[in-house]
Structures are given as C-alpha cells and as structure tokens.
C-alpha cells in the first residue's frame, strides 16, 4: 500500500478560504491531457481551459471563433488528468450572451459532458443576473471584468482599464454585481493595480489577476506564454519561466541532421532480424 499523502481535491470553496486566510491562489491554463498532467504535478490549484487556445494552439489572431465544440474538446482532456486541481471552463464567445437558457444549456454541458467543475463568463453588471441563475442551479462560476478579450473590438484592442473615472465605476459597479450574484472567483484583467486592489479589499469572492498588479488573491497566465512556445511579443506583464520552442527547434534540427547523414537510425534502433 502506498504511504504517498493524498493531495486534498481544489474546490471553489477552497478560493474563499484562500482568500480569507491570505493564501495566493495559483492559476495556469491548459488545453492538452499531458500539459495538464504536468502542471497538475506541479501543484497549481487551477487549470483553466482559457478560450485563448483560439489564438495559442490554433492561430488565430483574437478568441472569438472559439466554438462550443472546440472548447467542450479539450476542456474533457484536461479533466481527464486533473485529480486535484479546479478544472475552470471558458465558456466561448455567444454561447451565453444571447440569453439566459442559452447560457444554462451550455455551461451545463461543460459539467455534464467535458468533466469542468466551475465555468467562467466575461462581462460586468449586464450579465450579473445570468450568472445569478447559473449558480442557483448548481453551476459555479468565475466571473472576468476588466479587460474582457471576447470584447476586443468594442474596446478598440488591448487597453488598460480603470484609467478614467467613468471606467473605474463601471468595473467596481460590476465587481460588486458579480460578487452578490454569488461568483466564487473572478478574473480582473489588464486593468490598474489601485483599482484591482480596491476590488479585491471590497469583495468576498477570490480575486485572480492578470495584468493586474500584486494585491490579487491570486494570478493566472497563459501556459504557453510562461514556457516561450513562440517568439511573437508578449504583454508586459508576462514573465517568461523556459523557452521551450528554441529547445523543440534544436530537437527537430539534431533530428533532421541524423536522417540526412544516416546516423539514424542506427543499428541498435533497428529490428536486424
């Protein structure tokens, strides 16, 4: 019999009581079985299948093609690996906005066919009674203000927020919708740290920041942004841990040098009878 201590299963009561005892919450994102695995390993408390895997594993320039079906894909193979860690699913752009049984039915999906155990909804005040509902049905949720990526054209690009009056207002008004309509978690992106800060004082559920300055309750980035899979320009406020596409480019190099010379396969990697 094993003597290994079992970790103690992440569960969306376990970021309030973070956040009550002063512990910072650890969020990563993940779109793979093996890439979860691994950061499950590493003893994140979250993984969360950001639809940012639009842009990070399948190109494209912004997250808003992300479909249902796609999102409901890799959100089951991160599951599959996520013994201890929250499993969070981006719920991807329309598939809640139109109306309240449209966000019902699909975030209902992500717990009953792909294995999440909370969903995350972008937007502020305008969305506060839907996400009401979700959770007076059992579905937890981790609201997103701030910066609202599935919003990019209505904000003009990647602009901080919280800089004018009228700005702060609108994100503390909807902080404080999101926490009493009953979120456990919610993601202030891009917006000035006093303000995260001031949010992050003024509410009960966990605050979990991104491009937000230091006083969060915790910190969520993008894996392949922490690990360097690609040379494109970063946010400021991304810190790159490896660089893991010079090393695959150095492997798939060394590799194309042994075919062309003939060094692989070599005998020892051969069936010679």
Known sequence: MSTTPKMKKITTRTFLKKKQKGDRIV??????YYTAQILEKSGVDALLVGDSLNMVVYGHN???SAEMDKMLFHTRAVADAAARSLVIADMPFMSY???????IVNAGKFLKESGAEAVKLEGGIEMAPTIKRLIELGIPVMGHIGLTPQSVH???GARV??????GRNYVIESAHAL????CFSCVLELMTAPLAEKITKAVKMATIGI???????????VINDIIGMYDQITPRFVRRYANVAAEI???AKQFSEDVRSGSYPSDEESFLE
Do not use: P
Not at 27 to 32: N, S
Not at 97 to 103: F, H, I, V
């Open 154 to 156: 209505r904000f003009g």
């Open 62 to 64: 912004n997250t808003l």
């Open 179 to 182: 926490d009493e309509a009953g």
């Open 97 to 103: 906005q139109s109306s309240t049984e449209t966000a």
């Open 211 to 221: 491009g937000a300055g230091t006083h969060c309750d915790g910190q969520v980035l």
């Open 249 to 251: 480019e150095k492997a």
């Open 161 to 166: 927020q919280g800089r004018t009056e009228v």
């Open 27 to 32: 969020v990563l994102t993940a779109y793979d």
